[in-house]
């Protein structure tokens, strides 16, 4: 079982970078493949990015891909997310999860979630 906490969220303006992080607990940390996702108000949580437990895949949604940088420090316990560009669409609670196995882009896969941060990009 794995523990996750995000930070890094804020508001900011659109343009600005941010980068956002997912502390988790236990020492399996490297076997699990993590994933990102958001929700805004009212709309469904989407998939963001993911990155295989080995972190030699990685894969993005077309709406962040050239943008966003998902990537992980195993030593640390910690995935990470930095997000350039922003745009105020990518407002959103951010969540990071985490699953066994192999990369997927729909919520149903991932077994265990963060509480989110907040990302707020202002026009």
């Known amino acids: 079982q794995v523990q996750l906490v995000e930070s890094g969220g804020g508001l900011v303006q659109a343009g600005d970078s941010l980068r956002l992080s997912c502390a988790a607990s236990g020492r399996t940390f490297s076997t699990y493949t993590m994933g990102w996702f958001r929700q805004a108000p009212g709309k469904e949580r989407e998939f963001v990015a993911t990155?295989?437990?080995?972190?030699?895949?990685?894969y993005y949604a077309d709406s962040v891909k050239g943008r966003f940088t998902i990537s992980r420090d195993d030593a640390k316990n910690t995935l990470y997310l930095q997000m350039n560009s922003l745009k105020p669409e990518d407002t959103a609670v951010y969540y990071c999860a985490a699953r066994r196995g192999i990369m997927g882009i729909t919520t149903t896969l991932y077994d265990y979630w963060g509480q989110g941060t907040q990302v707020t990009v202002s026009s």
């Open positions: 990155i295989e437990w080995s972190g030699t895949s990685t």
